[in-house]
């Protein structure tokens, strides 16, 4: 794996880089809070065809510069754009999930020529009315009550409204991702309607999860398929907001074959 920072107006990016030197570039874009080297591993599939591009999203963990990132005025798709004009890529696919398909949506918003062929898993963005009550009793009360006393037996209670398939690594990181990050101040940008994103036409591979407390399955659903081209679908039934191993393991396979 290669790691390399660059400049953009918003603050210096650390990307992670690793794959098929041949390949195609492939931007890979990170949920909340994940830094890009957990991406490169959540995509691994990918890597065998694709030169894989991980940012470390600014303000969040990782190596990028730890400041606010403002999301008016389509914020984060300029930090894309930047991050593209630095690598001297004109034109990428991507692959995202949750918090970073906003990412992704947000650059084909403003720049459609920009965005090839997207995969988006779980994705932010698209969610017409993002449930904040629900997310605030079922995720955010835990999590600052968890912030000030830091139960470790308690974690697992705590992630199961996301996931009930983490591990106990996955659950180290969340431990320290509730005590040490100012989680509470990201936001995703969107949502993208048709109407933002009429400019974009490129196939999209969509990965929904039937249980999805943040971007729940039907509305989702519905919206993205008026405002993008959605060429493949797969619908995690089991599945939360954060899929595991062995529900995503078919799921890369197709998307593999789809980002050919």
Same mark, same amino acid.
């Given at each position: 794996?290669?790691?390399?920072?660059?400049?953009?107006?918003?603050?210096?990016?650390?990307?992670?880089?690793?794959?098929?030197?041949?390949?195609?570039?492939?931007?890979?874009?990170?949920?909340? =809070?994940?830094?890009?080297?957990?991406?490169?591993?959540?995509?691994?599939?990918?890597?065998?065809?694709?030169?894989?591009?991980?940012?470390?999203?600014?303000?969040?963990?990782?190596r990028s510069e730890d400041r606010p990132?403002?999301?008016?005025?389509?914020?984060?798709?300029? +930090?894309? =754009?930047?991050?593209?004009?630095?690598?001297?890529?004109?034109?990428?696919?991507?692959?995202?999930? =949750?918090?970073?398909?906003?990412?992704?949506?947000?650059?084909?918003?403003?720049?459609?020529?920009?965005?090839?062929?997207?995969?988006?898993?779980?994705?932010?963005?698209?969610?017409?009315?993002?449930?904040?009550?629900?997310?605030?009793? =079922?995720?955010?009360?835990? +999590?600052?009550?968890?912030?000030?006393?830091?139960?470790?037996?308690?974690?697992?209670?705590?992630?199961?409204?996301?996931?009930?398939?983490?591990?106990?690594?996955?659950?180290?990181?969340?431990?320290?991702?509730?005590?040490?990050?100012?989680?509470?101040?990201?936001?995703?940008?969107?949502?993208?309607?048709?109407?933002?994103?009429?400019?974009?036409?490129?196939?999209?591979?969509?990965?929904?999860?039937?249980?999805?407390?943040?971007?729940?399955?039907?509305?989702?659903?519905?919206?993205?398929h008026e405002a993008l081209l959605i060429?493949?679908?797969?619908?995690?039934?089991?599945?939360?907001?954060?899929?595991?191993?062995?529900?995503?393991?078919?799921?890369?396979?197709?998307?593999?074959?789809?980002?050919?």
């Amino acid at each position: 794996m290669q790691s390399k920072m660059v400049r953009t107006r918003f603050g210096a990016t650390h990307l992670s880089i690793a794959g098929n030197a041949r390949g195609k570039p492939m931007v890979v874009l990170p949920g909340m =809070s994940i830094a890009g080297p957990m991406m490169l591993e959540f995509f691994a599939r990918l890597a065998a065809d694709h030169l894989l591009i991980a940012p470390d999203l600014i303000g969040q963990p990782g190596r990028s510069e730890d400041r606010p990132m403002p999301i008016a005025d389509h914020g984060y798709g300029r +930090w894309l =754009s930047d991050v593209l004009d630095e690598l001297g890529i004109d034109r990428a696919d991507m692959a995202s999930a =949750s918090f970073g398909s906003s990412i992704a949506l947000d650059l084909a918003a403003i720049a459609p020529e920009r965005v090839g062929r997207m995969a988006m898993v779980v994705p932010a963005g698209l969610t017409p009315r993002i449930p904040y009550l629900r997310i605030y009793s =079922s995720l955010v009360l835990s +999590w600052m009550a968890y912030r000030h006393v830091p139960i470790r037996r308690s974690l697992p209670a705590i992630a199961a409204p996301l996931s009930r398939s983490l591990n106990e690594d996955n659950l180290e990181y969340l431990d320290i991702v509730i005590r040490q990050t100012a989680f509470w101040r990201h936001r995703p940008a969107g949502p993208f309607l048709a109407a933002d994103l009429r400019g974009y036409r490129d196939p999209v591979f969509l990965v929904l999860a039937k249980h999805d407390i943040l971007f729940p399955h039907a509305s989702t659903r519905v919206n993205a398929h008026e405002a993008l081209l959605i060429a493949e679908e797969a619908v995690l039934v089991e599945c939360s907001h954060m899929p595991g191993p062995h529900e995503m393991a078919p799921v890369h396979e197709r998307i593999a074959g789809f980002m050919l």
